[in-house]
């Protein structure tokens, strides 16, 4: 039942995430990142935006200062658990402020490296491509595992595949590479990808597969061919999601994951200019090789 000293955000447990993701990921993740934040102080003042009186908030946010901990050490974790650099973490000397990226002794202050600027900016990108957009950094992200060729196939009935390609030099030459793109800027439940999957599973006994495979060159292989499925997103997956993905055999890139990745080979500007160079088909095209046109 609904807290009236939480306003219009339910209960602590939903306040103290929706803080998190809303706002403190928010005031970190920007090109004028704070270097230093006080998470008791931005607290109170969020719950003051959601409808609660100033001088209860001050106290929630005191009730609630354990449970906010936890849940931004929570974050912190997630994005380490991912294998990429956190942008913000708590001082060695204060469990009360955080210091963010853009705070020049990071390292010294909390043990670990910080992203760069060039990473913040590529984060901040990607949550800007939606719908069709997101699939440039999808092609992007084959292009960077040494996928030629690589095709858009995503249109009506593409059995949850939305590009593929596959690598064609290196120990996992002839790895064919299947990607749902996901863009809508929310977490993917676990029921989200076993309907992708789902979809993707009953591939091969369809003939868009066969073409699938004979534009990739896979019938001319002679080593032999590898498959993987891949859902990229531009937002992040749920634990039900994990699960099912460590389950089934698919792999999942979240838009931190990606943001890394990519800043790591280029950079914002190329990817604007990017996409306002390279024209993406309305529909699946089999004919349009995009590895030789992803200059990164």
């Known amino acids: 039942m609904p807290n009236a000293r939480f306003g219009d955000l339910g209960d602590a447990d939903k306040a103290v995430q929706r803080f998190v993701l809303e706002s403190l990921e928010v005031t970190v993740l920007?090109?004028?990142?704070?270097?230093?934040?006080n998470i008791d102080v931005e607290f109170s003042r969020f719950l003051v935006t959601h409808g609660v009186e100033e001088l209860v908030a001050t106290e929630v946010a005191e009730e609630q200062r354990s449970l906010v901990r936890r849940k931004v050490q929570e974050y912190i974790g997630r994005w380490s658990g991912q294998g990429?650099?956190?942008?913000?973490?708590?001082?060695?000397?204060?469990?009360?402020?955080?210091?963010?990226?853009?705070?020049?002794?990071?390292?010294?202050?909390?043990?670990?490296?910080?992203?760069?600027?060039?990473?913040?900016?590529?984060?901040?990108w990607l949550g800007a491509q939606t719908n069709r957009d997101f699939l440039l950094p999808c092609l992007c992200f084959l292009k960077l595992l040494g996928c030629d060729p690589i095709f858009v196939t995503d249109s009506p009935r593409d059995e949850g595949v939305d590009c593929i390609g596959i690598i064609d030099n290196g120990g996992l030459r002839s790895t064919a590479i299947f990607i749902q793109a996901r863009s809508k800027n929310e977490l993917i439940s676990g029921?989200?990808?076993?309907?992708?999957?789902?979809?993707?599973s009953a591939l091969p006994r369809t003939e868009k597969y066969m073409k699938y495979l004979t534009a990739l060159g896979v019938p001319k292989r002679q080593d032999g061919t590898g498959f993987l499925y891949a859902v990229l997103t531009n937002?992040?997956?749920?634990?039900?999601?994990?699960?099912?993905?460590?389950?089934?055999?698919?792999?999942?890139?979240?838009?931190r994951q990606l943001a890394q990745l990519l800043s790591?080979?280029?950079?914002?500007?190329?990817?604007?200019?990017?996409?306002?160079?390279?024209?993406?088909?309305?529909?699946?095209?089999?004919?349009?090789?995009?590895?030789p046109r992803l200059v990164l």
């Open 30 to 37: 920007r090109p004028d990142s704070p270097p230093t934040i």
């Open 84 to 124: 990429v650099l956190t942008p913000l973490n708590f001082i060695v000397e204060s469990d009360e402020v955080v210091v963010s990226w853009s705070h020049e002794r990071f390292a010294e202050l909390t043990g670990g490296d910080a992203p760069g600027r060039e990473f913040v900016a590529v984060y901040e």
């Open 191 to 200: 029921d989200a990808l076993l309907q992708e999957y789902a979809k993707y």
């Open 235 to 255: 937002a992040d997956f749920k634990f039900a999601a994990q699960n099912n993905a460590t389950r089934l055999g698919v792999l999942l890139r979240s838009r």
């Open 264 to 291: 790591l080979h280029t950079g914002r500007t190329t990817l604007e200019h990017l996409k306002a160079q390279l024209k993406l088909p309305n529909a699946g095209d089999l004919t349009t090789n995009f590895a």
